[in-house]
């Protein structure tokens, strides 16, 4: 877990003091998030975790239960509203901004929720919905709605969403990985 957050914690700035990180909005919530996570639903401690997400999904406007599957290096890039349904499955090194929704379709052949690979960028204003895959290395332009599946090394962009493969998409969007030791 503490490797967990301190590659969260790098992500912004490469910032490797806690009490530090956490006068960042999307930091401060996804220690909190990653703390409750950890323990279970009825100890107190869990308890406790579980009341400060609450409180703090509120101030926020974001909505990421706490059952979700989200990789290290979780980079909330500013604060606003962004919901999360609790089937999604994200990546390691993501950046996500305001007014994103990642949610499930109800009905059809992509019934279900997103799985979004490493190093993924979504832009202000995405809709991701659907059982789809995203692969690893992908950047979606803001504003886009995407409900098919991304390969690996692409630019999504609009709304229908359009793919432009590109060697290297998320160079220079998704800074200050963690190298592991």
């Given at each position: 877990m503490k490797e967990i957050?301190?590659?969260?914690?790098?992500?912004?700035?490469?910032?490797?003091?806690?009490?530090?990180?956490?006068?960042?909005?999307g930091f401060h919530y996804m220690y909190f998030?990653?703390?409750?996570?950890?323990?279970?639903?009825?100890?107190?401690?869990?308890?406790?975790?579980?009341?400060?997400?609450?409180?703090?999904?509120?101030?926020?406007?974001?909505?990421?239960?706490?059952?979700?599957?989200?990789?290290?290096?979780?980079?909330?890039?500013?604060?606003g509203t962004i919901v999360i349904n609790k089937d999604t499955i994200i990546g390691k090194n993501c950046?996500?901004?305001?007014?994103?929704?990642?949610?499930?379709?109800?009905?059809?052949?992509?019934?279900?929720?997103?799985?979004?690979?490493?190093?993924?960028?979504?832009?202000?204003?995405?809709?991701?919905?659907?059982k789809i895959t995203i692969g690893d290395n992908v950047l979606i332009a803001p504003n886009s709605f995407v409900n098919f599946d991304i390969p690996s090394k692409s630019l999504v962009i609009g709304n229908p969403a359009k793919i432009i493969a590109k060697e290297d998409p998320t160079k220079g969007y998704i800074n200050n990985i963690l190298k592991k030791s």
């Open positions: 957050i301190k590659a969260d914690l790098f992500r912004y700035g490469g910032i490797t003091n806690v009490f530090k990180g956490k006068r960042n909005p998030l990653r703390k409750a996570s950890k323990y279970k639903t009825m100890s107190i401690i869990g308890l406790y975790y579980r009341f400060i997400v609450k409180r703090l999904s509120y101030k926020y406007g974001f909505q990421i239960p706490i059952s979700t599957s989200i990789g290290e290096g979780f980079y909330i890039g500013h604060f950046n996500i901004a305001h007014l994103v929704t990642i949610g499930q379709a109800n009905r059809g052949k992509n019934k279900g929720c997103p799985t979004i690979g490493d190093n993924v960028w979504i832009g202000t204003g995405t809709v991701i919905a659907g």
